[in-house]
């Protein structure tokens, strides 16, 4: 095991690989992330998945064999999705069997196009989980208030969740609070309350958002104290006598995960977010160029306070600057979903034109 990532691992704290593509499933670098480097899970989103798809032609024969099969459409890729991340499931299953649940996850992410539509959300989370068969597979559902009734719902139906497109304490929250009306919504109906769940907290998109609107002296650091607020809501929320009545009945903590973690602004080091957020009872979900750059160089000192730190001086500086974050956490979502849609229909759109060529190619 790398020694800076076992630091990490010694605190308690989950190293997922932001990233999935058939080679990297095929070459043995998933493998060897595994067991060189500490990844314990794997994260994927429809961006990620549009890159990996139209890289190479590692799909093109499954791509023309579910054609002429008659998929299409969101049908196509989800068959082409779930044959990864079941494999990769596969990989992760010794992890998963060690943790009891707790480690050893994929996650796969609904069709951004129904992240208004709760029922339509909730039905797509049960339909992509069973496809799956695999009992370590995330469904991804937004944090979004449609998406949130759709945690609630699917939490109660026993099927796990990872609450993506979260940027703020307050959307934390409402997803904390939806999981555990569905823990408690099984408990009432006489039903196991072992149910997992992560929450996805998005750091860097915050800093970038800001950066030409504050002083040097303040770039890369709304991200980390936005981060360090919801971190000491995430402490408090499982020291309350709420949660506690939960945890005794069987329930496992809903552990806090901090996504978009590789640092975007050139001048800052490489590894900023992730040494900045360690923290036991969380997971850090980082893209492969920051993993091995932590595993190269990076260092871990204190751990996350659990009383939030500086965390709220600094907002208050920021507001001073004319930061509205609460305004801001808004719009970051909201982009974040519009974002997942155009990785989505230009997916779509890349994989019926693949399909076609891929046709007349075999036609000739």
Known sequence: MNPNLRQLHALGQS????????QMLGDGTLQGYIDELSVTGLTSNPTIFEHAIGAGNLYDEQIVDLSRGGRSGEDLFFELALRDLRQAADLFRPVFDATDG?????SLEVSPAIVDDTARTTAAAAKLHAAAAKPNLYIKIPGTPAGVKAIEASIFAGVPINVTLLFSCEQYLAAAEA???GIERRIAAGLDPKIESVASLFV????VAVQDQVPAEWRNRLGIAISRRTYKAYRDLLASPRWQKLAAAGARPQRLLWASTGT?????????YVEALAAPDTVDTIPDKTLKAFADHGKVGASLPIDGGDAEAVIAEFRKLGIDDAALALRLQ???????????????????????????ASAR
């Open 15 to 22: 190293l997922w690989v932001d990233n999935i593509t058939r």
């Open 264 to 272: 975007k602004d050139p001048d800052a080091p490489d590894t900023l």
């Open 204 to 207: 860097s998109r915050w800093d």
């Open 102 to 106: 707790v480690d050893g996850w994929v």
């Open 179 to 181: 999981y555990m009306r």
């Open 334 to 360: 909201k982009e974040g979903a519009a974002s997942f849609q155009k990785s989505w229909d230009s997916l779509l759109a890349g994989l019926e034109d693949k399909a076609s060529q891929l046709d007349r």
